[in-house]
Nanobody
Framework: VQLQASGGGLVQAGDSLRLSCVAS????????LGWFRQAPGKEREFVAS????????AYSDSVKGRFTVSRDRAKKTLYLQMNSLKPEDTAIYYC????????????WGQGTQVTVSS
């Protein structure tokens, strides 16, 4: 599956932003799609994920209650609604996919930069 993320930008602390990730290629019915981020000088970290078929979601503790992951099956698009953004949310955000039977995300899109100013 090919993934293409978009929607990043420069916002102020407290603002909201929505990222999108369009999936193409093979069907994503049996996939989990997720968001990861990498801040300068830090390792890439998990943000959120969703099972495409059943809609079950998972979040990191750092974004729980502020971010919402969702998908539009018809548009084959993954979203990440980010509210109450903080400067520490500044990072390059990546969308990724894994088969539901696997644990590792093997399909990665290009990143989109999110910068939150204080």
């Amino acid at each position: 599956v090919q993934l293409q993320a978009s929607g990043g930008g420069l916002v102020q602390a407290g603002d909201s932003l929505r990222l999108s990730c369009v999936a193409s290629g093979r069907t994503v019915t049996d996939f989990a799609l997720g968001w990861f981020r990498q801040a300068p000088g830090k390792e890439r970290e998990f943000v959120a994920s969703i099972l495409w078929s059943g809609g079950q979601t998972a979040y990191s503790d750092s974004v729980k209650g502020r971010f919402t992951v969702s998908r539009d099956r018809a548009k084959k698009t993954l979203y990440l609604q980010m509210n109450s953004l903080k400067p520490e949310d500044t990072a390059i955000y990546y969308c990724a996919g894994r088969h539901r039977t696997e644990t590792d995300f093997r399909s990665w899109g290009q990143g989109t930069q999110v910068t939150v100013s204080s």
